[in-house]
Each structure stands twice: as C-alpha cells, then as structure tokens.
C-alpha cells in the first residue's frame, strides 16, 4: 500500500503546504496550519461531482424566466423576520453559534410551527431519542418530521431524493463526511466538499437546505471562510451564558436585507419570541438611583432600549479600575477622558463599573450621550431626570453628533412610555407626538 503523504492546511483558507509554517503565504494568519494527509484518491471522484451535469446554453439576461420570489413562512414571526420575510425555495442557509445556545431547538421549533411542510433532520450530534425528547418538551407530535442519522453525505443526498422533503436541516456540517476522503469529518476539506455537494442538491432540484455550523472561540463560524461566500444566508445565533434572551442575527442575506436581529427568550418549553425586546433590557423595579440613564440603540432595522448603569467609587488601589460589561472598555476610557477635559469633571482616584442591564452588548456610538451622562450621575450622586432617553454620538472635543434613524430611536422611548429625550438637534420629526425633544450640542449641556 503507498504510504499517505503528510501536508499542512491552513484551517483558514485552505492553502496545501508540504510542511508547517507559522504565518499562511496566502492569508497572512498566524498558527492556522493543520496536520492533513493526501486525499485518499487522486481520481476526479473526490472533487465536486461535474460528470452528470447538463450542458447550459448560454442566455440572455432578458430571456431568463423567473417566478416571483416566493416565500415561505416559518409561522416565528422573529424567524421570519431575520431571514427577509421567510424561506426562499432552493435557498441555502448556514446557521452559526456557540454550544448549547438553541441551534437544534430552534429548528424544531420550526418544524413544529410547520406542520404541512415536510421536514428532513439528519441528526450527526445526537440520536433520534434525543430529539424526540426536545420535541416532547416543545410539544411538537413530529408527523412532518424524519429523522436520518447518517452522516455520509452522498447517503443523505440519496435519502433526501427519495423522501423530497420541503426543508432539509443538517446537525451540523461538522459531522457530515464524505467517503472520497480521508481526513476526519469537521476538518476543512470535508466541510467544504460536504457543503459544496450540499450546495448542488439545494440548487438543482430546488431543495431548502439549512446546515448548522459550529464556531470557534472568537465566534467565528468553524470551517473554511468559503463556506459563508456558498451560502445565501448566514444567521449568528447570540446570547449570554448568564441570561436567557437570545439574538438571532443575519451577517448575510442573498434575499433580504442583512443584519436584521430577531429576539428570543430561552424557557422549559423552548425558545419564545419576543416582540417588544425594549421591555426586555428595561429594568422595571421603578427604584431609581444615580448612575442609570437609557438610551436606545439599532440592531439591524430594529430600536431597542437599553439601560446604561455607571457605578463610579473612591478606588482603594493606586491604579483606577475601568470596567466595562457590554460596552468597549476603550471607548469607556476615551469617554471618561473627554467628561473631565470637555466638562471639567474629575475620575482621578475613582473606579468606574459600567454595566449594560440586562447582558445586552452595545456598540452602536448613540450610546454614547446615555453613558457620559451615566458616568456623570454617579460621579455627582445625582440621578439623572425620571423617564428620559439619551441618543447622540460624543466626540473627542465633547460636541454631541447626530445618529442614524433619530426618528424611529425616538418613536421607541415614546412607545415605552417615555416623556424626555436630550439629543442633538435634528430636522423636526412628524411622527413624534407627545415625548419632549431637548437639544444638546455639547456634553456641558447636560449640566445646565
Ligand atoms: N428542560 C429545559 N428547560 C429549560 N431550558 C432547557 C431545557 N433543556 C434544554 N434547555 C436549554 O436548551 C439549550 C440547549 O439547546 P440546543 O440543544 O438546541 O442547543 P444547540 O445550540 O443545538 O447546542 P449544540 O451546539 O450542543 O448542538 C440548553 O443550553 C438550555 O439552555
Ligand atoms: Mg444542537
């Protein structure tokens, strides 16, 4: 028998090196390199299967006859909502997120909501009492679902043409593997072969596909990048270990708009939708104190309020702790910086905590006015005006900057019941009936 050749692959792009290198000559990424060995045959067997595939005739654009995007409801309205308005026929999806977040159980949600749809579930991570048990807990009778649990990719394309199911859902692609090679399934090479032939099948007979992706410690889906370019529609499943709301993102969409967010909460009985997540990350104990000021950020086309809590205290070490739970750190210091240099107000010899409620993550700059006025409040011990929002980007020379979709942020705090928002001035907004716009220009405004 010929001895397999060892060889290098940069788990990021796949580059083929006969020996290790720390830095890829193609990618420029540090320590990406993987042992691998050589394919197992040097046939075209291994690669994309292009033997059976018809001659196309060139065409002209113009001649191409489309049917109206159809689309399917997934009967979630959140769902719904992240992929565009429903499936797309033939559309190809990956879904990404951390371990034990609710990638599986989201999905049988969707079988369960689906009843006429017929749903094929190729289980690679758990056998099928497990999933009974989670459809069990869901209430799901599971009549429009099968369960497969090969994990062969050529064997579930087989399956998936006998049964010609409405959606194909693979858990996940990592498991899957392909008999023409021989390194192990979830390496770079069976994913990406797996999740081409995938991709054919999806295409060719019109086949709904949804693969679940694992990620890797930065969050970043596992696997070669080119999986995400194969796909039509990339969805990030996120959330907080300690909390139990979970944001469904779209980093891509082929067929809607992309970083749309749909928002979860965890429970017994699985994910429930959320549809006002502004009374979610709002506290409701009614117990005001310094520090605690709201602001509104976007996620996707979506207004959510939040609460920024600032806690600043006399530091009992030589160097002041900075921390920040949802929010940068940097951009913490930076705006402590401009508070004492542009409002003449002093943090030295202060610890600063800031906290976003609620374990929301923030990174939208219109935060900004709802922190320097948090940090402002508890420095002074003074609390910040009941039932006021602050929306506005804070530069370095402590001028207040305008944001995007002032209108809908401020439409948000009304409908939560708010009466105050300090923001800079804008072009007058028609929608706005009852809530009180006043302008800042400047950080020392807040002070007046
Ligand atoms: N009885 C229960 N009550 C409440 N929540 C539960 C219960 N059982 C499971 N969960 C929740 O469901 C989560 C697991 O969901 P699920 O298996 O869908 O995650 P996943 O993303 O598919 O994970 P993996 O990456 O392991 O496949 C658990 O982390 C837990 O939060
Ligand atoms: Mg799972």
Redesign the pocket.
């Known amino acids: 028998m010929a001895k397999q050749k060892i060889l290098f692959e940069c788990e990021n792009c796949g580059y083929i090196s006969p020996k290790w290198m720390g830095s890829c000559p193609s990618c420029s990424e540090w320590n990406t390199f993987a042992e691998t060995v050589e394919k197992k045959k040097e046939s075209k067997k291994h690669k994309v299967d292009i033997s059976k595939t018809e001659q196309r005739d060139i065409v002209r654009l113009s001649d191409v006859r489309t049917a109206a995007l159809e689309r399917k409801s997934s009967n979630l309205q959140e769902f719904d909502r992240v992929l565009g308005g429903g499936f797309i026929e033939g559309s190809f999806l990956l879904l990404g ?12 949600q969707v079988a369960e909501r689906c009843p006429n749809m017929k749903i094929f579930y190729v289980a690679g ?2 056998s099928a009492s497990q999933i009974k048990q ?1 459809a069990l ?1 869901i209430g799901l009778k599971g009549d429009n679902l099968h369960i497969g649990s090969v994990t062969e990719v050529r064997s579930v394309i087989e399956s998936a043409r006998r049964l010609k199911p409405d959606l194909l859902i693979i ?2 692609i990592q498991t899957m593997y392909s008999d023409d090679l021989s390194s192990l399934p979830g390496s770079v090479q069976q994913v990406r072969e797996c999740s081409a032939m995938l991709q054919q099948i999806a295409k060719k007979e019109d086949l709904t596909t949804i693969m ?1 992706g ?1 990620v890797t410690k930065e969050g970043d889906i596992a696997g070669p990048r080119i999986l995400e370019h194969m796909v039509d529609t990339v969805l990030q ?1 996120e959330g907080d270990k300690n909390h ?1 709301y979970r944001l469904l993102r779209c980093v891509k969409n082929r067929f809607g708009p992309a970083q749309e967010v749909g928002v979860f909460e ?5 994910l429930q939708e959320v549809l006002n997540p502004s009374q979610l990350f709002l506290s409701d104990s009614g117990h005001r104190v310094s520090g605690n000021a709201i602001t509104c950020v976007m996620e996707g086309s979506r207004p959510i309020l939040a609460e920024v809590q600032a806690l600043v205290s006399p530091s009992n070490y030589g160097t002041p702790q900075r921390t920040a739970s949802g929010f940068d750190q940097r951009r913490l210091s930076l705006l402590i910086a401009v508070l004492e240099k542009r409002a003449g107000l002093q943090f030295t010899g202060q610890d600063v905590y800031l906290n976003i409620a609620g374990g929301l993550k923030i990174s939208d700059p219109a935060a900004d006015l709802a922190i320097v006025a948090a940090l402002a409040s508890s420095l002074q011990d003074r609390e910040t005006p009941a039932d006021t929002l602050y929306v506005g980007e804070v530069g370095l020379g402590g001028e207040i900057r305008k944001v995007a979709f002032p209108e809908q942020r401020v439409r948000e705090a009304e409908k939560m019941g708010l009466d105050n928002v300090v923001m800079p001035k804008t072009e007058p907004m028609a929608s706005i009936k009852r809530i009180k716009l006043k302008n800042a220009a400047r950080i020392s405004d807040l002070f007046r």
């Open positions: 997120g951390d371990p034990g977040i609710g990638k599986s159980t989201l999905m049988i991570e758990e989670r807990r858990d996940s679940i694992h499943f139990f965890m429970k017994g009985n699985g």
